[in-house]
């Protein structure tokens, strides 16, 4: 049977042969927790064969950094779309599927989030990353329509607080084995969390 290293030349994909082995290492030893070596080694090619398609580490994770945008922006939109009709349950959605993302795709998520990586690292990257801010902005946006003009917080801002709780819920509950620093799961968390966060704006009635 021929090896991966040998199917990647065959078949093309030798670059995102490397891309699937290093996301593989990164969600287990973090961003500074492996070398290109280690990534040719677990793609089985050569060590010197990672550099015909990135110049160094960085490069790399840049590009795992884009995939997982890509992937990030489709779930959200998703999200997005199945949660209406009302602009709150897609409010919601979309925070679950951050959520959904960080578990079933750790390896992007430490590229995109914890790697130090630019979003502007590359122009794809920038859209990518782009395209999935956006979507989170849009929810907020929607939602926020629901207040008085000038009640209203800035869409941005609005997107980034629910964004930093949703990250840190992550890196505080998601992480490991969920549960085993609490009683409650991150869906609580963040759902609770929110929804204080709503009522405090004033898109919640007290005892919503």
Same mark, same amino acid.
Request: hydrophobic residues 40%.
């Given at each position: 049977?021929?090896?991966?290293?040998?199917?990647?030349?065959?078949?093309?994909?030798?670059?995102?042969?490397?891309?699937?082995?290093?996301?593989?290492?990164?969600?287990?030893?973090?961003?500074?927790?492996?070398?290109?070596?280690?990534?040719?080694?677990?793609?089985?090619?050569?060590?010197?064969?990672?550099?015909?398609?990135?110049?160094?580490?960085? +490069? &790399?994770? @840049?590009?795992? %950094? !884009?995939?997982?945008?890509? /992937?990030?922006?489709?779930?959200?939109?998703?999200?997005? =779309?199945?949660?209406?009709?009302?602009?709150?349950?897609?409010?919601?959605?979309?925070?679950?599927?951050?959520?959904?993302?960080?578990?079933?795709?750790?390896?992007?998520?430490?590229?995109?989030?914890?790697?130090?990586?630019?979003?502007?690292?590359?122009? +794809? &990257?920038? @859209?990518?990353? %782009? !395209?999935?801010?956006?979507? /989170?902005?849009?929810?907020?946006?929607?939602?926020?329509? =629901?207040?008085?003009?000038?009640?209203?917080?800035?869409?941005?801002?609005?997107?980034?607080?629910?964004?930093?709780?949703?990250?840190?819920?992550?890196?505080?509950?998601?992480?490991?084995?969920?549960?085993?620093?609490?009683?409650?799961?991150?869906?609580?968390? &963040?759902?609770?969390?929110?929804?204080?966060?709503?009522?405090? /704006?004033?898109?919640?009635?007290?005892?919503?």
């Amino acid at each position: 049977m021929p090896d991966m290293g040998k199917r990647g030349y065959h078949h093309g994909n030798l670059r995102q042969a490397l891309v699937e082995a290093a996301l593989d290492l990164i969600a287990e030893k973090g961003p500074q927790g492996f070398t290109m070596a280690e990534a040719a080694k677990a793609a089985d090619v050569s060590a010197a064969a990672p550099y015909r398609h990135f110049t160094g580490r960085e +490069e &790399l994770i @840049a590009e795992m %950094a !884009r995939q997982g945008y890509e /992937l990030f922006a489709d779930l959200l939109e998703y999200a997005y =779309r199945d949660g209406q009709p009302s602009p709150l349950a897609a409010f919601e959605a979309v925070g679950r599927a951050y959520l959904a993302f960080a578990r079933k795709h750790p390896g992007h998520y430490v590229a995109m989030f914890e790697s130090g990586v630019a979003p502007n690292a590359s122009r +794809e &990257l920038a @859209a990518a990353c %782009a !395209r999935a801010n956006q979507v /989170l902005v849009r929810a907020a946006h929607d939602l926020s329509q =629901r207040l008085p003009p000038d009640r209203r917080p800035p869409t941005e801002m609005f997107a980034a607080h629910v964004t930093a709780m949703s990250h840190g819920i992550v890196e505080l509950y998601a992480r490991g084995a969920p549960g085993t620093r609490g009683p409650f799961t991150p869906e609580e968390l &963040l759902e609770t969390g929110v929804g204080i966060y709503l009522r405090g /704006l004033g898109f919640l009635e007290p005892d919503h």
